[in-house]
């Protein structure tokens, strides 16, 4: 056979492969049409988010609330007995918030109450506050043009909103949350005592949005005050800074820093029948900050993790990979869980595969957001039509995840779960992420649908062989 021919066949056999009916079949249809069936009519994820957010509510990283929130999620991985669970110790940041921040506006003797929260991270305001005239920049990138003489004395604020026509939300807030994490670091050099910044958020509203922020390695006696102000507030205060450019701002806050704590990484395993020792791991960060108690961000992708498990389980599906739940700890302000995790594997030499993140909220699943070569997206595509009865149509390449990007290799395929982000930044990281926000129905899809993609995974992998490589080439 000439090397023409050879090619030809090859060609022939990879199309098999990678069509949809070589790499499906009936069985797939129902078994995922179980498994949503099951999460839908007997889900846990709902019952599991009630008692993260209602009975211990918001988790920020080294608070009693996150030491209650491993322990609970720990006993209920152990109820379904699963092969293996375990907590894997990570030492975190312990910051506290302190006090209600306070915070108005003063222009020609008048006072006006002002909704602000401190940024996590902050350092706090000298015990009576932070009163100084205001300058209005529109990005931490305008400082340098203004100098030291217009900025020094005085607290920065900076107004800058999410693009409203970027119909993914996510990209909006990729573009502006650089303010909020260097903003201060940036507003110190030049002699500003405090920074204020406009809340990441996508509406209208009186909720500030808290969020982690950075001194880089700015000396502690240079480290100044940094609050985020609702988006009502932030209006507010430039049209007031338009009317008078001498008002003053007050804003005080209690904020403190410890020393680390150790905290845990909660894991669970179902040992795989044929490949035990091959990987597919599926997590949410079990921290939350602590303005509102985290339903959204990321108490959903947690409780859709745990089921995911489950929902094998109740479904008699017996994986040939090991496939574990992470629960990570510290996502919020250092991600200290996932490179734990990272760290472990790859000392331990264990084999990942594939890693699948829920971070993006509760809402209606519209699809997945895949990290890997070309030959796997292609192979994992031939499973798009399995997922289209259920109006889950976005697979593309893209950003998987925070927590599992420490694992990311050439041989790991890595995914995040993607929900309509419409609403997302309505509650994130505000005081309105809470449980009522999160609609029962709309977090069983997403369970379901992770499982699914889980499923798929570990009855066809996800390798190319080097075969098929050749072919490429």
């Given at each position: 056979?000439n090397?023409?021919?050879?090619?030809?066949?090859?060609?022939?056999?990879?199309?098999?492969?990678?069509?949809?009916?070589?790499?499906?079949?009936?069985?797939?249809?129902g078994?995922?049409?179980?498994?949503?069936?099951?999460?839908?009519?007997?889900?846990?994820?709902?019952?599991?988010?009630?008692?993260?957010?209602?009975t211990?509510g918001?988790?920020?990283?080294?608070?009693?609330?996150?030491?209650?929130?491993?322990?609970?999620?720990?006993?209920?991985?152990?109820?379904?007995?699963?092969?293996?669970?375990?907590?894997?110790?990570?030492?975190?940041?312990?910051?506290?918030r302190?006090?209600?921040?306070?915070?108005?506006i003063?222009?020609?003797?008048?006072?006006?109450?002002?909704?602000?929260?401190?940024?996590?991270?902050s350092?706090?305001?000298?015990?009576?506050?932070?009163?100084?005239?205001?300058?209005?920049?529109?990005?931490?990138?305008?400082l340098?043009?203004?100098?030291?003489?217009k900025?020094?004395?005085?607290?920065?604020?900076?107004?800058?909103?999410?693009?409203?026509?970027?119909?993914?939300?996510?990209?909006?807030?990729?573009?502006?949350?650089?303010?909020?994490?260097?903003?201060?670091?940036?507003?110190?050099?030049?002699?500003?005592?405090?920074?204020?910044v406009?809340?990441?958020?996508?509406?209208?509203?009186?909720?500030p949005?808290?969020?982690?922020m950075?001194?880089?390695?700015?000396?502690?006696?240079?480290r100044?005050?940094?609050?985020?102000?609702s988006?009502?507030d932030?209006?507010?205060?430039?049209e007031?800074?338009?009317?008078?450019k001498?008002?003053?701002?007050?804003?005080?806050?209690?904020?403190?820093?410890?020393?680390?704590?150790?905290?845990?990484?909660?894991?669970?395993?179902?040992?795989?029948?044929?490949?035990?020792?091959?990987?597919?791991?599926?997590g949410?960060?079990?921290?939350?900050?602590?303005?509102?108690?985290?339903?959204?961000?990321?108490?959903?992708?947690?409780?859709?993790?745990?089921?995911?498990?489950?929902?094998?389980?109740?479904?008699?599906?017996?994986?040939?990979?090991?496939i574990?739940?992470?629960?990570?700890?510290?996502?919020?302000?250092?991600?200290?869980?996932?490179?734990k995790?990272?760290?472990?594997?790859?000392?331990?030499?264990?084999?990942?595969?594939?890693?699948?993140?829920?971070?993006?909220?509760g809402?209606?699943?519209?699809?997945?957001?895949?990290?890997?070569?070309?030959l796997?997206?292609?192979?994992?595509?031939?499973?798009?039509?399995?997922?289209?009865?259920?109006?889950?149509?976005?697979f593309?390449?893209g950003?998987?995840?925070?927590?599992?990007?420490p694992?990311?290799?050439?041989?790991?395929?890595?995914?995040?779960?993607?929900?309509?982000?419409?609403?997302?930044?309505?509650?994130?990281?505000?005081?309105?992420?809470?449980?009522?926000?999160?609609?029962?129905?709309?977090?069983?899809?997403?369970?379901?649908?992770?499982?699914?993609?889980?499923?798929?995974v570990?009855?066809?992998?996800?390798?190319?062989?080097?075969e098929?490589?050749?072919?490429?080439?």
């Amino acid at each position: 056979m000439n090397k023409l021919k050879q090619k030809f066949l090859k060609l022939i056999v990879l199309g098999l492969l990678l069509s949809p009916l070589g790499a499906t079949s009936q069985t797939d249809e129902g078994a995922l049409k179980n498994i949503y069936k099951t999460s839908l009519t007997n889900g846990m994820s709902y019952l599991w988010l009630d008692y993260l957010s209602n009975t211990i509510g918001g988790r920020l990283s080294g608070s009693t609330n996150a030491e209650l929130a491993v322990q609970y999620t720990k006993r209920e991985l152990e109820k379904l007995g699963l092969d293996k669970v375990w907590l894997q110790p990570v030492m975190v940041p312990k910051w506290e918030r302190g006090e209600k921040e306070m915070a108005y506006i003063s222009t020609n003797g008048e006072l006006d109450k002002v909704n602000i929260c401190a940024l996590g991270g902050s350092v706090a305001t000298p015990e009576n506050g932070v009163k100084a005239k205001v300058i209005e920049v529109g990005s931490h990138k305008d400082l340098e043009s203004l100098g030291e003489d217009k900025i020094k004395g005085k607290i920065v604020f900076i107004n800058r909103a999410l693009q409203p026509d970027l119909i993914n939300t996510f990209e909006a807030y990729g573009g502006c949350s650089s303010e909020r994490y260097r903003g201060a670091a940036e507003a110190s050099k030049y002699g500003a005592v405090g920074t204020i910044v406009r809340s990441l958020s996508s509406r209208q509203d009186d909720y500030p949005h808290t969020g982690s922020m950075s001194y880089g390695d700015l000396p502690a006696e240079k480290r100044i005050p940094s609050a985020a102000i609702s988006t009502n507030d932030a209006v507010k205060l430039s049209e007031a800074l338009k009317k008078d450019k001498d008002l003053e701002f007050f804003f005080e806050m209690s904020c403190q820093q410890f020393d680390d704590v150790q905290s845990y990484n909660v894991i669970g395993e179902i040992t795989g029948s044929e490949f035990p020792n091959e990987y597919i791991i599926v997590g949410g960060h079990l921290d939350s900050w602590d303005l509102g108690d985290g339903a959204h961000d990321d108490g959903a992708g947690v409780v859709q993790s745990m089921d995911v498990l489950r929902l094998l389980i109740e479904n008699g599906i017996k994986p040939k990979r090991s496939i574990r739940v992470v629960l990570f700890m510290n996502e919020e302000n250092g991600l200290r869980g996932g490179r734990k995790y990272a760290e472990i594997a790859k000392e331990k030499g264990e084999k990942h595969i594939f890693a699948l993140e829920s971070d993006a909220g509760g809402f209606t699943p519209r699809g997945f957001s895949f990290d890997g070569s070309d030959l796997m997206l292609k192979k994992i595509d031939t499973w798009r039509p399995l997922f289209k009865p259920y109006l889950i149509h976005f697979f593309e390449k893209g950003y998987s995840g925070a927590d599992i990007g420490p694992l990311k290799n050439d041989d790991i395929l890595l995914a995040g779960l993607r929900p309509d982000s419409q609403r997302y930044f309505d509650h994130h990281h505000a005081a309105n992420d809470t449980f009522e926000h999160v609609n029962k129905r709309e977090l069983e899809l997403g369970a379901a649908t992770m499982t699914a993609l889980v499923y798929l995974v570990d009855k066809y992998g996800v390798e190319i062989s080097l075969e098929m490589k050749d072919i490429k080439d």
